[in-house]
């Protein structure tokens, strides 16, 4: 089965500052995608950033990016120049990627402050 | 953009009642979802739904949920006879193809008294 792990429950950085969210994952799939997921306060969970795992190159969104480290099982979310807007619960999430029900495994969330 | 909605943001029920959760997902969408969230606790995956039928449901999913898609537009969950543990955030997703991300609603706050 497949377990998902955000070490960092909660999490401040000051704003224009960078901060990376952790995420390692345990899976024996080798076809899979990982996800970060944002919540703010108004609860829908939005899409941020999401790695194919048979891609090498880290995925990138403006100010998004990940580190994902394949062997290491890790997938990091780095958010540079952080934004008061970026205060947020943000979930990993795991998918196998052969065919079955796509169904989403999420760590825990880590809650990230954004300090003006 | 188009979105996954969900009615009601919040609905109070007595323990032992039956609760309908109503979700319209995108038009296009061929795969269903729900999740739940109890508070202080990460989201669990309750069922899916493909092709007109459950494609799979975890160990929560017992005899007192069901889902229908009854037509084609709407996507329900339903909680046959509430227990207080059931209290929790319930979200709907949907999503086009296999491995598309899925598209959240709001979610649907589930109090039980």
């Known amino acids: 089965a497949q377990t998902v792990t955000q070490s960092q429950p909660e999490m401040s950085v000051q704003e224009a500052e960078t901060v990376t969210l952790s995420c390692t994952y345990d899976?024996?799939?080798?076809?899979?995608?990982l996800f970060w997921y944002k919540q703010p306060p108004s609860r829908q969970m939005i899409l941020v950033i999401r790695q194919e795992a048979y891609k090498q190159q880290n995925a990138t969104e403006n100010r998004f990016s990940v580190n994902f480290q394949k062997a290491a099982k890790s997938f990091s979310l780095k958010i540079s120049d952080s934004q008061l807007g970026d205060t947020a619960m943000y979930f990993c999430a795991f998918m196998k990627g052969t065919s079955g029900t796509y169904k989403y495994i999420f760590g825990t969330g880590t809650r990230l402050k954004v300090l003006a | 953009e188009p979105e996954v909605t969900q009615t009601p943001s919040h609905q109070v029920t007595q323990m032992g009642q039956e609760v309908i959760l109503r979700c319209v997902p995108i038009?296009?969408?061929?795969?269903f979802y729900w999740y739940r969230q109890i508070l202080g606790q990460k989201v669990e995956f309750l069922v899916s739904?493909?092709?007109?039928?459950?494609?799979?449901k975890s160990e929560i999913f017992d005899d007192q949920f069901s889902v229908e898609r009854p037509d084609g537009s709407n996507f329900t969950l339903k909680i046959r006879s509430t227990k207080l543990e059931d209290s929790a955030m319930y979200f709907c997703?949907?999503?086009?193809?296999?491995?598309?991300?899925?598209?959240f609603g709001d979610g649907t706050r589930l109090s039980i008294l």
């Open positions: 739904f493909y092709n007109n039928e459950i494609s799979e």
């Open positions: 997703a949907s999503k086009k193809d296999g491995n598309q991300p899925q598209h």
């Open positions: 899976t024996s799939e080798s076809n899979y995608y």
């Open positions: 038009s296009n969408h061929l795969y």
